[in-house]
């Protein structure tokens, strides 16, 4: 069976799947001739992360393709339910990054409530000249312990963040569609672990109550931002707002109002709507903290994705991969 990972697969996933007996192709093919390259290498599985997308004009053209992998949790690059009336196996690796994102979004937070973002971009142009004026501009700093951190969404990647947050001293709470309690495991390394039960709330209940809020949904069902004007006036002045779920889970129209109005204090995103070409006034905004959707792009997150999707691959076409 021919792999095509065509954005990649960690070495110790693609030597997992050879060891198997798979033939991995890890040769980048532009997207225009994806479906020339499948057929004539007749290729049997193709593997993608966030750069390649697989809809139905390559499922109906690609008679001979028998999976579809996703090397990360969310398949919005992938027509999921067509492939598989077309009985196409669709496989993803939700628990391999959850670390990874979460770590990200711990980095945005330490960096926004410090300034620290700001600070690397002003310090080599004005840091020799007005090192003075930038000391008193960023000396306004505020720390995470004892604040209230709400998390959009308990799933794996959620629950992981909670546990760092819970590490900090933070108030955890979250927003989720039942309602109720999560239990939160805090590894404390080396001296075992402890749970925490955190309230889970719609999401109106929690956004007047949170100093900080990150996303970890897509958007809803039917397209539309999952944080919107409305939800942004509902939140606290001066919230600080992190993504790194889905470029178009926030208005970045309702966004840049709230950025300019003093609304929100800063903002932290991973994911933007326009990728690869992110807005110019979002890249540009003095309140924003960016990264080139990276949550999950740690050298041990795309070896354990790496080695997901191994296994799953070998537990439906091969055989056993051993440990």
Known sequence: MKIQANDGISQAGKSALED??????????????????????????????SATTVRQDIIDACPGLKLIGRGG????????????????????????????????????????V???????????????????????KYA??????????????????????????LGCGMKVI??????????????????????????????????????????????????????GKKQIDAMKDGVILVNAARGGSIDEDALIEGLDSGKLAAVGLDVFENEPQPRKDILNHPKISLTPHIGAATLEA?????????HKIVSLFGETINN
């Open 20 to 49: 198997a007996g798979f033939t991995v192709i890890t040769d980048k093919v532009a997207q225009e001739d994806l479906i020339a390259y499948i057929n004539k290498e007749n290729i049997e599985a193709v593997l993608v992360r």
């Open 73 to 112: 949790v969310g398949m919005d690059n992938i027509d999921v339910s067509y492939a598989r009336t077309k009985g196409i196996e669709v496989i993803n690796t939700p628990a391999a990054s959850s670390q990874s994102v979460a770590e990200l979004v711990m980095a945005h937070l330490f960096s926004m």
């Open 114 to 136: 410090r300034g620290v973002y700001d600070a690397n971009r002003q310090m080599p142009l004005r840091g020799e000249a007005e090192f003075a004026v930038l000391k008193k």
């Open 140 to 165: 306004k700093g505020i720390e995470l312990r004892g604040k209230t951190l709400g998390i959009v969404g308990i799933g794996r990647i959620g629950q992981s963040l909670a546990s760092y947050a």
């Open 174 to 227: 979250s927003a989720d569609l039942v309602p109720g309690n999560k239990e939160i495991p805090v590894d404390i390394q080396g001296y075992g672990e402890i749970l925490v039960n955190i309230p889970v709330r719609s999401l109106e209940d929690i956004l007047p109550q949170c100093d900080f809020i990150s996303l970890h949904v897509p958007k809803q069902p039917d397209g539309t931002p999952v944080i």
């Open 302 to 310: 795309q070896d354990r994705i790496g080695l997901e999707l191994a």
